[in-house]
């Protein structure tokens, strides 16, 4: 068993342990992190959000960017698919479209790191995106 | 430490750091009512659950009123004992307290002498604004203690010294909120309790809830009947304390009065439990000193310390709480059984009356006499040595009822034989008396030499435990001495613990031995009575011509007629005893802080 | 390491529990090992999450999604469509009762929307039955840095400068308290948790030990570094299984993590803790009684002075904190006094948590800072009174406070707002009264409640608090007189200025402030023999309005003791004399005829 004999036990047993709920804690935190989300219905699984989701999640972590990845209903580009939505604190959430392995990459290094604007906005606003969901479900 | 400076009632007052409020007030004349607090200083009893709330009074800067009883004083201090709101407040309280207390004072064993009563006097109540449910409870009868609780106030004094003081754990407060009443585990009565009888609660309960059972009526219904021949015997410690009764002072000696008042209620005669003490010295010394040349060479069968064996409640004690080492005290009957054992047979003989027409009262100081003389042991074919016994109280309520105006009493002696007695008996009456007595008898009787002091002041005092040795010339004798049963329990535990080098242990149940029993006229917590009481006792002694039991010329004459000597084979019959486990529950008694 | 990519998170809450969320929780686990989610999601048995109105709670973590009234069946649609599928399941989303709109995301709910949560903050977060999910949210990170870096004085001054006051309801300095602890000279000295949650209604430490025991033990092993204690012992009731069971369960495992036990983080500090359990009674939340309890002694309050600090348990120094107080510590060491100071009014400073309950809409736990108006605990947080009724007070303080009413409502709640008010704060009790409720009733529950559980050592409070009720029940049938009123004023005033204990000395505040804030209620009961509320049953009539009547007989068979006389298709009549108001008749009537007025 464990034993938590120095300060530098509790740190360092902290910071491993603190990984394992990372997820609750910037969830609970939604507007203090970047959050990703992934569109993930057939549209977007068929067409290969899934990989993407887990490039994405595995991604962000290594290079060190507090974030929440989290997967989403369809956002209703299927001709686009896989769709993203990013949002970064304070900004706007922008969906990007035909999102693949290599695109994801270049949405990390230049949007989310630097907020360059790459290529591949669907532009549309986020309040019409969310009536269009909601109207959609029921 | 400086002294504190407060104002009670604009007075200023100066008292030591750690007086209550409600002692500073009295210094200065202002006596606050309470019913729940009491303090003997001279016996280091104290009870202070702050629960009565009576005493409260006013103190500025705080926000609820204070108990005077708990609250200490502090430098600077303004109290007010008298304000409206004080008053208020504690009429109120006083009025549910009564709201929930039975309306016959009238017929109440306690009336005149109650604490609540005259609490209620003193605060004016003649009205009660808050009626609603009293509480009931069974009425409890044992052979010596009537519990009747519908009358308790929940002072706790009763918890106090049954627990603390004595160490018993007969009696607790149980239930919670209106149902709360001081009662022995799951509500059970006394006789199935650990109770001894000593009858501590009842010296101390302010109302009637506790009160001993009263035996007078038999005893007008005996003297009536002109079939039976009614004889009395008196406790020495009685004559201390029978005088506070008829408004005497504490420590007045009314030996004198009392056998005049005996005489003129009509028993035949009047004896002295006294006589039966000197006879018990010389079965209980020679006991003593019997097993001291026993231990002394080398029978290992043979254990010390010897203990006392005179006081019921403290036999009841150990039968209860130690009976592993119910072979370790004395023998020898109490006094009041003596007596009554030889009354039964050598006097009922001497003047021709069968022991069936032979009635025998004791007048004691106590409750747990009450018990005693119902023992199976100390009957013969169903009939007691001893019929009844009665308490100082119940003896001072016959002289009144009976129309005898004490105070005026002359003086008149006790009957011959069995009222005769020495200085030795007399101090059986307090605690370190009956040791003493002993250490007289032993010491000629060991040594063959005279003593050339009498008087043993190391052996008296008030302390809860004390020892001294006493050089036997040459041999010393390690004795100890407790009053109060907790400190008696504390001996003993040295005892089983081997950690005690007593040769003989004196032991007494009542706070200052007999003087302070639970048969005495009430001390309403008033410090310095029973102190009072064991000046008379020794003052009785020191005017005895004869000091030495073993010199009491009735006693030779008795052993001369009729026992033989210490021991025989009769004197085992009538006047020695055995003891029994009669454990009930193992109750581990919490050590108080 | 596996590190899940979702979390699941369940209330484990005693509420939640019996509302069967420990099969939720195994039919949750079952779905994803079938689905071979098992390692990418992760179900966590939380502690309460507070919002108990409609338990069990479920939340979906990163996504924030607040589940309510889950059902184990309806685990297999979450998994499939929300978890798989990336689709909400809108159906167990909660419903705002204002907008009728469903909450799509918790922030979005007002009910979390106000709070803050300090002594809540892990509740309904971590795994309560994890060391590990503790440490991971700073759990004895307050403890190693009081140990490795600050002086017992240094903590103790940090204490006292955050402000922090007593949660158990006396609300007396926490960091004076430790103080006199500290400087109390002893050879032993005690860290007593009081965890004998008594008030109706509350349950914020039960919640805390339920959802957060490690933050308890933590608090109390910095007590025990700041007094020179080094044995700790909570007093838990006996009724609290789940928190007993958790509590145990984390004192083991911080002794294993040796973060009890001997030389603490290697500086020689030695702290270890005992649980001891209460049989329920009320009084012995008050501390001295709470430490006779404990020494085996009757249940009982002695006076104070002494206080526990200089002579408690055994008679040694020893500082009773409640639960909620200890779970305030470890975020005022880590994050500093002024931190905390900074939240809350001036005198009170942090938060409080209060179990709201009665006719609010949402039921449950809520903590807020100091200075939140009742307004917005109760409309805002609280989502306003049930079935549209008319607010009529609150009562806080549970027994010990007294009711507030609409002029009360945009007061700042805090300590002294409170007793200025008439009420206390107590131990965070709040129980709404809408217009349907009779205040001379309401008193008289609490009265019921006080002579249940007076301990009866004094005078006042074991037969004041019994007129009381007495007086009480006489005017709530209908026979009292209008001197009863004087009488109950006096005899309250009295029981609170002479009473032995907290528990004597505020158990008349539900009659007092009834009285002052409800006077008419009372006048109309003992003048008019009315209840205006229409609560009290001895003082409404029944009667047959004879023109809707049409003598069909069935109120006559219904009436238990055959009140109602009438021949068949003639009109019927009440005996009023008989008549035990039971409203069977009213029930059963389908011509409207019985009227109760």
């Keep these: 068993m464990t034993k938590v004999k120095t300060l530098a036990d509790l740190k360092k047993l902290r910071e491993e342990l603190q990984k394992k709920i990372h997820v609750r804690e910037s969830g609970d935190h939604p507007e203090s992190t970047v959050q990703v989300k992934v569109a993930m219905a057939t549209c977007g699984i068929a067409s290969g959000a899934k990989d993407v989701m887990v490039f994405l999640m595995e991604e962000l972590e290594k290079r060190g960017i507090d974030s929440v990845v989290t997967q989403t209903g369809c956002m209703g580009y299927c001709y686009a698919e896989p769709t993203i939505e990013v949002t970064l604190p304070g900004h706007e959430p922008l969906v990007f479209g035909f999102v693949d392995k290599k695109k994801a990459d270049e949405i990390i290094e230049k949007y989310i790191k630097n907020g360059e604007l790459v290529d591949g906005i669907i532009p549309i606003t986020y309040q019409s995106i969310n009536e269009n969901q909601e109207e959609g479900q029921q | ?245 008829f408004g005497m002072e504490p420590g007045s000696l009314v030996t004198g009065k009392m056998v005049s008042a005996l005489k003129q209620l009509g028993f035949d005669y009047v004896f002295d439990t006294d006589f039966a003490a000197d006879l018990t010295i010389m079965e209980e010394g020679t006991e003593l000193l019997k097993r001291l040349t026993n231990y002394l060479n080398g029978n290992k069968e043979e254990s010390l310390p010897i203990l006392t064996s005179c006081c019921p409640a403290w036999v009841n004690f150990f039968e209860e709480y130690f009976p592993e080492m119910k072979d370790i005290p004395s023998t020898a009957r109490s006094p009041q059984q003596m007596f009554g054992a030889i009354a039964k047979t050598y006097f009922a003989d001497k003047i021709g009356v069968d022991r069936k027409d032979l009635i025998v009262a004791s007048i004691m100081p106590c409750l747990a006499k009450k018990y005693e003389c119902q023992r199976e042991e100390f009957k013969t074919d169903g009939n007691p040595d001893v019929d009844y016994a009665l308490s100082t109280r119940e003896l001072a309520a016959l002289i009144k009822q009976s129309n005898i105006d004490f105070l005026s009493l002359p003086d008149a002696d006790f009957d011959k034989p069995m009222g005769e007695s020495t200085g030795a008996a007399v101090i059986f009456g307090t605690t370190g008396g009956v040791i003493e007595a002993a250490v007289r008898t032993a010491y000629e009787v060991y040594t063959g030499k005279t003593l050339e002091r009498i008087s043993f002041e190391e052996l008296r005092g008030m302390e809860g435990i004390r020892h001294a040795t006493i050089d036997f010339n040459g041999l010393p004798i390690n004795i100890g001495i407790a009053h109060g049963l907790g400190n008696a329990r504390e001996l003993l535990e040295s005892i089983k613990a081997g950690t005690c080098n007593f040769h003989a242990i004196e032991i007494m149940a009542c706070p200052g031995g007999c003087i302070g029993g639970g048969g005495q006229p009430l001390h309403h917590g008033k410090s310095g009575v029973i102190t009072a009481r064991q000046k008379a006792i020794y003052q009785e002694d020191l005017a005895k011509p004869i000091r030495k039991s073993h010199e009491n010329p009735y006693i030779k004459e008795l052993y001369t007629e009729f026992l033989g000597e210490p021991l025989s084979e009769k004197s085992h019959h009538l006047l020695h005893t055995h003891y029994f486990d009669r454990s009930k529950v193992k109750v581990v008694i919490p050590k108080t802080k | ?152 004085a240094e903590t103790v001054q940090i204490v006292k400068q ?19 602890t500290a400087k109390s000279q002893a050879d032993q000295k005690y860290v007593v948790c009081n965890a004998d949650e008594g008030d109706p209604g509350a349950f914020m430490d039960r919640s805390i030990l339920e959802g957060d025991p490690h933050t308890v033990i933590e608090a109390m092993a910095i007590n025990g570094y700041c007094t020179g204690a080094d044995k700790g012992l909570v007093y838990i009731r006996a009724e609290y299984p789940l928190a007993i069971e958790r509590l145990k369960i984390a004192i083991k495992q911080a002794r294993e993590y040796g973060l009890l036990g001997q030389d603490i983080f290697g500086t020689g500090f030695n702290f270890d803790i005992d649980l001891r359990y209460g049989a329920g009674a009320f009084v012995c939340g008050e501390e001295t009684a709470l430490i006779h309890s404990m020494e085996g002694e009757r249940g009982e309050p002695t006076f104070k002075p002494p206080f526990p600090s200089e002579e408690g348990y055994l008679g040694k120094p020893t500082n009773v904190n409640n639960v909620e107080t200890y779970a305030n510590i470890p975020p005022i060491i880590l994050q500093g006094a002024e931190w905390f100071s900074s939240i809350g009014t001036e005198k009170s400073k942090g938060t409080k948590v209060f179990a709201l309950a009665g006719k609010v809409n949402n039921v449950g736990l809520v903590e807020v800072p100091m200075g939140t108006t009742l307004r917005e605990v109760i409309f805002e947080i609280g989502g306003g009174i049930k079935g549209n009724k008319k607010f009529k007070a609150v009562q806080t303080g549970g027994p010990s406070g007294g009711c507030l009413t609409e002029k009360h409502l945009d007061i700042p709640i805090d300590y002294d707002n409170l007793i200025a008010c008439g009420s206390m704060m107590g131990s965070g009790g709040m129980i709404i009264v809408d217009e349907d409720d009779c205040m001379v009733s309401m008193a008289k529950y609490y009265l019921d409640f006080t002579v249940e559980e007076s301990c009866g050592k004094c005078s006042p409070c074991r037969i004041g608090n019994k007129r009381l009720y007495e007086i009480l029940e006489t005017i709530t049938k209908g026979k009292g007189t209008v001197e009863d009123l004087d009488r109950l004023r006096n005899l309250s005033e009295v029981i609170k200025d002479t009473s032995l204990c907290g528990l004597g000395q505020t158990s008349p505040n539900p009659v007092l402030s009834t009285l002052d804030n409800f006077l008419d209620e009372y006048e109309a009961h003992v003048k008019d023999h009315k209840c205006p509320a229409g609560q009290c049953r001895d003082l409404m009539t029944y009667w047959i309005e004879p023109e809707n009547c049409v003598g069909c007989t069935a109120c006559a068979r219904v009436c238990p003791v055959s009140a109602i006389s009438g021949e068949r298709k003639e009109v019927h009549i009440i005996d009023a004399a008989l008549c035990i108001k039971c409203g069977a008749c009213l029930e059963k009537c389908k011509f409207n005829a019985v009227y109760v007025s």
């Design chain 3, 162 to 180: 955050s402000g922090l006051r007593g949660r158990g309801g006396g609300g007396f300095s926490t960091g004076l308290k430790w103080e006199i």
């Design chain 2, 1 to 245: 430490m400086d002294k504190i400076n407060l104002i009670i009632d604009h007075k200023p007052v100066q008292v030591e750091p750690g007086t209550s409020l409600l002692k500073a007030a009295q210094q200065v004349g202002i006596n606050i009512p309470t019913l729940c607090y009491l303090h003997l200083e001279d016996l280091n009893i104290e009870n202070k659950p702050g629960g009565c709330r009576i005493c409260v009074v006013e103190v500025s800067g705080r926000r609820n009123l204070a108990p005077s009883c708990a609250t200490v004083c502090q430098e600077g201090m303004v109290v007010k004992t008298n304000t409206m709101r004080v008053l208020n407040a504690r009429r109120t309280v006083m009025e549910l307290i009564l709201s929930d207390h039975p309306f016959d004072c009238l017929i109440c064993a306690k009336s005149g002498t109650c604490d609540l009563q005259k609490t209620a006097q003193d605060l004016g109540i003649r009205e009660i604004h808050y009626k609603g449910e009293q509480s009931h409870y069974k009425e409890d009868r044992s052979p010596s203690i009537i519990r009747d609780m519908d009358k308790c106030i929940l002072c706790r004094r009763c918890e106090m010294m049954c627990n603390k003081f004595q160490t018993v754990g007969a009696l607790w407060g149980i239930n919670r909120g209106f149902t709360s009443v001081v009662a022995p585990a799951f509500e059970q009565d006394l006789v199935k309790s650990t109770c001894t009888y000593c009858g501590q609660c009842v010296a101390v309960c302010p109302t009637g809830a506790l009160t001993e059972v009263d035996n007078t009526n038999q005893i007008i219904r005996a003297l009536a009947n002109p079939k039976k021949t009614v004889i009395v015997q008196t406790a020495p410690a009685v004559r201390a304390a029978l005088g506070e009764e």
């Design chain 3, 1 to 152: 390491m596996i590190k899940h990519k979702i979390h699941i998170l369940v209330c484990g809450g005693t509420g939640c529990k019996s509302s069967n969320s420990d099969l939720l929780v195994s039919t949750l686990r079952n779905e994803l090992i079938e689905n071979g989610l098992d390692k990418e999601v992760q179900v966590v048995l939380t502690g309460c999450f507070g919002f108990c109105e409609q338990g069990p709670i479920v939340k979906v973590l990163p996504d924030n999604i607040f589940y309510v009234g889950v059902k184990p069946d309806d685990a297999h649609e979450i998994i499939a469509e929300h978890i798989i599928k990336g689709r909400k399941v809108q159906r167990l989303l909660y419903v705002d009762p204002k907008t009728k709109e469903r909450i799509q995301d918790a922030k979005g709910m007002n009910f979390y929307k106000k709070q803050l949560r300090i002594a809540l903050r892990n509740c309904g977060f971590i795994d309560p039955e994890s060391i590990d999910e503790s440490i991971a949210r700073d759990g004895y990170a307050a403890l190693a840095k009081v140990l490795t870096e600050l002086t017992p």
